[in-house]
């Protein structure tokens, strides 16, 4: 679903619930960022993640590029949680059962 070069930036977490596609995008000293990891952990959700505050950044800027191209948000912000198409930025764990729910795409 994504372009190579994120795919090499991503971090994989196993989770048995495999039914959708998650990646997230975070700072690794968000607190928020640190919930949404944790909240996706507790309901065994396999996804993956980049920080970007850990990353070059040239591959940043190559990132938000894609993020800003792709999903059109009216802004960025931290976690920036993709799931399938759909995306939702900022913890709102309300939204992302909404998303991971059987055919809550």
Request: aromatic share 14%; glycine share 4%; proline share 5%.
């Given at each position: 679903?994504?372009?190579?070069?994120?795919?090499?930036?991503?971090?994989?977490v196993d989770g048995a619930d495999n039914?959708h596609d998650v990646m997230i995008f975070?700072?690794?000293?968000?607190?928020?960022?640190?919930?949404?990891?944790?909240?996706?952990?507790?309901?065994?959700?396999?996804?993956?993640?980049?920080?970007?505050?850990?990353?070059?950044?040239?591959?940043?800027?190559?990132?938000?590029?894609?993020?800003?191209?792709?999903?059109?948000?009216?802004?960025?912000?931290?976690?920036?949680?993709?799931?399938?198409?759909?995306?939702v930025i900022g913890y709102d764990p309300?939204?992302?059962?909404?998303?991971?729910?059987?055919?809550?795409?």
């Amino acid at each position: 679903m994504f372009p190579e070069f994120i795919e090499k930036l991503a971090q994989e977490v196993d989770g048995a619930d495999n039914a959708h596609d998650v990646m997230i995008f975070t700072l690794s000293t968000c607190m928020w960022c640190k919930k949404c990891k944790k909240w996706l952990k507790d309901k065994n959700v396999k996804y993956r993640y980049v920080d970007l505050d850990q990353i070059d950044s040239g591959e940043k800027i190559k990132l938000l590029k894609y993020v800003r191209e792709n999903y059109k948000p009216d802004r960025i912000s931290y976690p920036f949680l993709v799931c399938d198409d759909k995306f939702v930025i900022g913890y709102d764990p309300n939204k992302y059962e909404e998303l991971l729910k059987p055919g809550g795409n």
